[in-house]
């Protein structure tokens, strides 16, 4: 099974700050992964496909991107409804996912 | 647009069985893979499983084979997932996702349902 190591687990920050979240896969992906956004009591937002091709309606403030077996979520100015937590998706070979990054209020 | 709508709040006993349904509104039934995703208390997504309505052809993760049955009915318009053998740790919101594109189960999910929350107690 394909594994996902995301980190940090938890990250502290403001509003206006550039954010980066990290997901290592254990195998090549070939670009197949994606990116949510879960608020407490909701069900995951789709935020980037394809390790960085943005879903429709999702900010440009947010981007995804790949070098090698490590993918990246960027959030480039940190806005308030954007206090959640975003997992990492592969779906290469069925499906796992990340443990999760909570983002928090600094 | 796209709805998955899911059944209600369960609760059942160690050692039983739970089956959620959710119906799909809009879009084409068959050919979008429906998965089954779940989520313990405070805990992360998990993966459980997927099916192609059309063909009934699934995928489970290996954690739930033979645990785990994934069934669709076209003329509803629903898929059912149900675990057998419960036991505590299988207390969690289940949610249901509909695959993006079309004929595959390995996907990323586009929409989702509103979760149903199934709680194991004696």
């Known amino acids: 099974d394909i594994q996902l190591t995301q980190s940090p687990s938890t990250l502290s920050a403001s509003v206006g700050d550039r954010v980066t979240i990290t997901c290592r896969a254990s195998?090549?992906?070939?670009?197949?992964l994606a990116w949510y956004q879960q608020k407490p009591g909701n069900a995951p937002k789709l935020l980037i496909y394809?390790?960085?091709d943005l879903e429709s309606g999702v900010p440009s403030r947010f981007s995804g991107s790949e070098s090698g077996t490590e993918f990246t979520l960027t959030i480039s100015s940190l806005q308030p409804d954007d206090f959640a937590t975003y997992y990492c998706?592969?779906?290469?070979?069925?499906?796992?996912f990340g443990q999760g990054t909570k983002v928090e209020v600094k | 647009q796209v709805q998955l709508e899911q059944s209600g709040t369960e609760m059942q006993r160690p050692g039983s069985s739970v089956k959620v349904s959710c119906k799909v509104s809009?879009?084409?039934?068959?050919?979008?893979?429906i998965n089954w995703v779940r989520q313990a208390p405070g805990q992360g997504l998990e993966w459980m499983g997927g099916?192609?309505?059309?063909?009934?052809?699934?995928n489970y993760a290996q954690k739930f084979q033979g645990r785990v049955t994934i069934t669709a009915d076209a003329a509803t318009s629903t898929v059912y997932m149900e675990v057998s053998s419960l036991t505590s740790e299988d207390t969690a919101v289940y949610y249901c996702?509909?695959?993006?594109?079309?004929?595959?189960?390995?996907?990323?999910?586009?929409?989702w349902g509103q979760g149903t929350l199934v709680t194991v107690s004696s």
């Open positions: 998706q592969q779906y290469k070979s069925s499906s796992t």
């Open positions: 809009g879009g084409t039934f068959s050919i979008a893979a």
């Open positions: 099916i192609i309505p059309l063909y009934g052809t699934t």
């Open positions: 394809k390790a960085s």
């Open positions: 996702a509909r695959g993006a594109g079309s004929m595959i189960i390995d996907i990323f999910f586009r929409h």
């Open positions: 195998e090549s992906l070939s670009s197949w």
